[in-house]
């Protein structure tokens, strides 16, 4: 398990990383032939890896970048 554990950390530390917790329960299971529950994964990768799952948010296409620019200087 610490060879695993170990294996998740690095692959979390790389810039593609996963997008749900549920995928890291799939390849827990492909590459290291692990079957682990969804909750313990997500507190082996919040707390005790201290890593964050990193989803971009939805952003539109049609938004203009000069007027999103001006609102946030006008704003604060």
Known sequence: MG???A???????????FSSYGA???????EQ???VEYATVYALVRYKL???LKVPRYH???QDEKLVSEFKKNSV
């Open 50 to 52: 201290g890593a964050k």
């Open 24 to 30: 890291i329960v799939e390849w827990l299971k492909k």
């Open 33 to 35: 032939g692990l079957e």
């Open 7 to 17: 294996a998740l950390s690095e692959k979390l530390k790389t810039g593609k990383g």
């Open 3 to 5: 060879s695993a554990i």
């Open 60 to 62: 539109c296409h049609k």
